[in-house]
């Protein structure tokens, strides 16, 4: 192949090529010639605040843990806690026409889905409810849905007239 046929942009485009392989040639020589970053330099290492830094941790400061005190499951309940099951939430969501709502536990701040087969009386947003809580088939359900009625205060018995001692 001949070269006069090039024109005068071909001939730009090399030129540029062959300059851009020359540049990136001689970076890398230089990289090569002053590699003064070794494996040491690239560590990175964990304090124990759990923030990256660059020293070693010191030795002396080692925690001793022993295997049996981490649990990796679920806390034990306590078997003398006594949980109740009527629950006390309020009513955060309820569309009637597609008959189903939610509840917010007032407790655990939990949202609960309730459908309006489950419902004892008839509730909408914002009423005080109580419930059961069952798990259905996408989480907890709240079921025997009622509205919540102030417990009444029991009267205290009338004072006893005060008695009078009467000498005899």
């Known amino acids: 192949m ?4 090039e024109s005068f942009n071909k001939k730009e485009v ?6 851009k392989r020359k540049d990136k040639e001689m970076k890398k020589l230089t990289r090569k010639d002053n ?3 070794s494996f040491d330099d690239m560590i990175a290492y964990v304090d124990e605040n759990g923030m990256i830094v660059s020293t070693p941790p010191d030795p002396s400061l ?8 981490i649990e990796i499951s679920i806390p034990k309940s306590d ?5 109740d099951p009527i629950r006390k939430g309020s009513v955060t969501f309820f569309n009637t026409s597609k008959g189903f709502g939610f509840i917010r536990d007032l407790e655990t701040q939990e949202s609960v889905f309730v459908h309006v087969n489950n419902l004892l009386e008839e509730i909408k947003e914002g009423n005080l409810v109580n419930y059961e809580v ?7 359900t709240a079921v025997q849905v009622k509205l919540y009625k102030e417990p009444k205060p029991v009267a205290a018995p ?3 007239p005060p008695t009078q001692n009467l000498p005899e």
Do not use: W
């Open 158 to 160: 009338p004072p006893a």
């Open 2 to 5: 001949s070269r006069s046929q």
């Open 62 to 69: 080692k925690k001793v843990i022993n295997l049996e005190d």
């Open 134 to 140: 069952e798990m259905g088939q996408k989480g907890p």
């Open 35 to 37: 590699d003064k970053g």
């Open 79 to 83: 078997p003398n806690q006594v949980f």
């Open 14 to 19: 090399r030129n540029k090529k062959e300059k």
